[in-house]
Nanobody, 130 residues
Framework: QVQLVESGGGSVQAGGSLKLSCAASNFGFSSFCMAWFRQAPGKEREAVATISPGSSYKYYSDSGKGRFTISRDNNKYTLGLQMNNLKPEDTGMYYC???????????????????????RGQGTQVTVSS
């Protein structure tokens, strides 16, 4: 059974940093693409970053490029997201997600395809004040 538990969110001022973490159950974690999504009130879910099983391929949304770093530890079944220089528009609920099945590493960035990434946790709230 897939279980994902996010943590690390909080309230910070613009320009600050946060490190999000996602603890996963051992569902074959090391074989799956993983991703961070966020959702602000009244807005659609947005992919923030993805990472391939072996960490060779990382994708970042335009909003996160240069500021966010996604990482994973396949030995500890954890996914991380280091967020620097946070902006008020980064405010939202952040979720980690696992791909729906095993895909080739180069396809981990295909976040817009229907049925791909599945959120299973409660999320962690990030609030950035100006």
């Amino acid at each position: 059974q897939v279980q994902l538990v996010e943590s690390g969110g909080g309230s910070v001022q613009a320009g600050g940093s946060l490190k999000l973490s996602c603890a996963a159950s051992n569902f074959g974690f090391s074989s799956f693409c993983m991703a961070w999504f966020r959702q602000a009130p009244g807005k659609e879910r947005e992919a923030v970053a993805t990472i391939s099983p072996g960490s060779s391929y990382k994708y970042y949304s335009d909003s996160g490029k240069g500021r966010f770093t996604i990482s994973r530890d396949n030995n500890k079944y954890t996914l991380g997201l280091q967020m620097n220089n946070l902006k008020p528009e980064d405010t939202g609920m952040y979720y980690c997600a696992t791909d729906s099945r095993v895909f080739p590493a180069l396809q981990c960035a295909e976040v817009d395809l229907p049925g791909r990434y599945i959120q299973r946790g409660q999320g962690t709230q990030v609030t950035v004040s100006s």
